[in-house]
């Protein structure tokens, strides 16, 4: 195996071989799999092996498993038990970052010779209990992460420096989070809840971790053919327009008769999103259908672009419309969360030419697969992580690509759509720059701030007892245990009433009076059953 890598994959394993904490910051399609097998494959030649590989459950078979099993005379288990009663020299306990809190103890106190955390990003929230599992890891004589994400925004976030160096190299900033904290770093954001490097720390904390980081880009490392993005903006027209441009304005809109609410920045970024790909949730998520836009354009598309194609989208609901689209003269399959167990066949089938279109959820067939075959990919939809969508591009391009490679952008005209790839093209997390731009908007740009005041004057005028009430269905949630969107199903079901169209209640004894009143009957129901 490693000597079938290329010289740059080379020059990576040395890394990781020369020093015990190391950081593979390696962009997607430069093979991260095989540099790590290839050290496996070195290490083994020394001596006996106990290696840990913690990856994402979408590519632990489809990709490690696969990899892993072509070297020669060493075992790879996928749970502890089989794992621990095995008398093999050389051995792997391969799992998937859901498994990990099922041997948090047997983890935290097995000696290994190798950890790797694949996708390690997903140990960046240091409370999250993965993160805290990778933590007590004590036994490991060497530490390797890999990841996507570009080396250049690592400092963007000080806890994920210290969530993931915690696992690469505990003696570096410690184990003890409040030590990080209060030598490097200063409170910032709403009541000083968030952190930032205080003056001059991020540039030392940068020179800690350098050492022990590599940088790997996909062009260093393999000559792959060019690659073209396209642009194809659509006009939303008629009630898509009408609704998108209402909930926008007022985050808040009506259709079909029931209400559409937006009442936190990141939900309205979803709504509104929804709508440009053609349709909408309600509050009591009932979908309704509000345009096709987007999925005329597909159409025409699909008639003009080579096959096989590569169709990436966010929702389920888009997929269902999408595979309502494709011309009947093509073999088409799909690749959601749902479908885990016939990912791997579905794979094959498409890259041994049997399948014409593949659309995949992009977190489901973005991660861990090769979809070269193809070399073209459309985008209808698209999350708002950059990494998902580097992601995505690269089972397309990627090693063993020998056309250029047509990526097709499908958005609304002067949408959030336009917003999202901007950001992403950008190579930047979409949501963290348009919720940016909206709370500057706001406060400042007087086009918006126009749009705020009008807003202001036609919820007064429509909804006052909603405006004016001190306590919402936020309350009514809290106080019985569900979410806002279950509360408000219960009360429609229940043929509790609004105020002035919107639930509000002035006085906490009218909120404690729709809340007994809404157990009661709830209740009721129970026992009638």
């Known amino acids: 195996m490693y000597e079938k890598l290329w010289p740059k994959q080379k020059e990576a394993a040395e890394f990781v071989l020369g020093q015990p904490n190391a950081a593979l910051f390696a962009e997607q399609g430069t093979g991260k799999t095989w540099i790590t097998t290839g050290v496996i494959e070195r290490l083994c030649e020394k001596w006996f092996q106990d290696i840990l590989i913690v990856c994402p459950l979408s590519n632990l078979k489809t990709t490690w498993r696969a990899t892993l099993e072509q ?7 996928l749970d502890w038990p089989s794992f621990k009663k095995s008398k093999r020299n050389h051995k792997i306990l391969l799992i998937h970052y859901e498994a990990m809190a099922k041997y948090d103890r047997q983890l935290s106190k097995h000696e290994w010779t190798l950890a790797v955390f694949d996708e390690s990003q997903k140990l960046k929230s240091r409370g999250s209990r993965q993160s805290r599992i990778a933590g007590r890891i004590k036994t490991a004589h060497r530490r390797l992460i890999l990841t996507g994400t570009p080396f250049d925004d690592l400092l963007d976030d000080p806890q994920e420096v210290w969530a993931q160096f915690r696992f690469v190299h505990p003696d570096l900033f410690g184990r003890r989070w409040r030590d990080f904290d209060e030598r490097y770093l200063m409170p910032t954001g709403y009541m000083g809840y968030k952190r930032k490097f205080r003056r001059g720390m991020d540039k030392r904390v940068l020179k800690m971790v350098e050492p022990y980081c590599l940088r790997l880009v996909k062009s260093d490392v393999v000559d792959l053919p060019p690659l073209t993005y396209h642009e194809h903006r659509v006009t939303l027209i008629g009630e898509q327009r009408r609704l998108y441009k209402k909930l926008e304005r007022d985050m808040v809109a009506m259709v079909n008769g029931e209400e559409v609410s937006a009442e936190l920045t990141i939900t309205l970024m979803i709504k509104l999103q929804q709508i440009c790909g ?3 949730k309600d509050d009591d998520d009932t979908i309704h259908q509000v345009g096709s836009a987007k999925i005329r354009k597909l159409r025409r598309l699909l008639n003009e672009v080579d096959r096989p194609v590569v169709i990436f989208c ?7 419309q ?3 689209a494709i011309p009947d003269n093509c073999r088409v399959s799909t690749i959601v969360g749902r479908t885990r167990k016939t990912r791997a066949a579905t794979l094959e089938a498409f890259q041994q030419g049997q399948i014409d279109v593949l659309i995949a959820q992009i977190r489901t067939g973005g991660v861990g697969v090769d979809l070269q075959r193809s070399h073209v990919a459309i985008f209808y939809s698209a999350t708002f992580s950059y990494i998902d969508f580097d992601q995505a591009v690269s089972r397309v391009h990627r090693a063993g690509q020998e056309s250029p490679v047509e990526i097709h952008l499908i958005m609304a005209r002067n949408s959030i759509d336009t917003l999202i790839y901007q950001a992403l093209l950008y190579k930047r997390s979409a949501q963290d ?9 706001k406060r400042g740009d007087p086009i918006m701030a126009k749009k705020v005041a009008k807003k202001a004057d036609v919820s007064k005028a429509e909804t006052p007892k909603a405006e004016t009430a001190k306590y919402g269905i936020g309350d009514l949630a809290e106080m019985l245990e569900l979410t806002p969107a279950s509360t408000r199903v219960k009360l429609r ?3 509790i009433a609004k105020n002035g169209g919107r639930y509000g209640w002035n006085t906490k004894a009218e909120l404690s009076e729709v809340a007994d009143k809404l157990k009661t009957k709830v209740e009721k129901a129970k026992k009638e059953d």
């Open 71 to 77: 070297l020669h005379d060493v075992a790879v288990y």
């Open 278 to 280: 053609g349709f909408i």
């Open 314 to 320: 966010k929702y389920l609901e888009e997929i269902r």
């Open 322 to 324: 999408i595979e309502q």
């Open 433 to 441: 720059l348009i919720l940016r731009q909206f709370r500057r908007s």
């Open 493 to 495: 079901q229940n043929k």
